[in-house]
């Protein structure tokens, strides 16, 4: 697990972008990728593209940064990866947050799509620490 305090986890959280609310438990932000993001290093060597697990931990922070909360991932539900993202590319995201029964976790749904193409989707438990 990437705890927050990784330097994947800082390099992803100084990404996001335009972090706000849409509706209840909704909201939307936007991650850009440079070229210098340190997640490129090893995927791929000339064709640089964002790992799965780094779309998976920017769901957590985008999380964090939304709650206010510090949390770490309980279960991934489902991580559909359809489209991946480039070196130099912006991920749109949308985020659904319901937050469990018993109040001790939220349960996240969220896309990524670059431009008008879905890159991942991911459902999620999260856990209040």
Request: proline letters at 4%; aromatic letters at 6%.
């Amino acid at each position: 697990m990437i705890t927050s305090d990784s330097k994947m986890s800082a390099a992803l959280r100084s990404r996001i972008r335009d972090l706000a609310p849409t509706a209840e438990n909704r909201c939307s932000c936007h991650l850009d990728f440079d070229p210098g993001f340190t997640g490129f290093e090893g995927h791929f060597e000339g064709n640089p593209i964002v790992p799965g697990v780094c779309l998976i931990e920017a769901a957590r922070i985008v999380a964090e940064e939304t709650t206010g909360r510090t949390l770490r991932t309980g279960k991934i539900a489902q991580a559909r990866f359809r489209r991946p993202v480039f070196a130099g590319e912006r991920a749109d995201v949308t985020f659904l947050m319901t937050e469990t029964a018993e109040g001790r976790s939220w349960n996240i749904q969220a896309e990524f799509r670059v431009g008008a193409a879905v890159s991942a989707q991911l459902r999620m438990e999260l856990e209040k620490i």
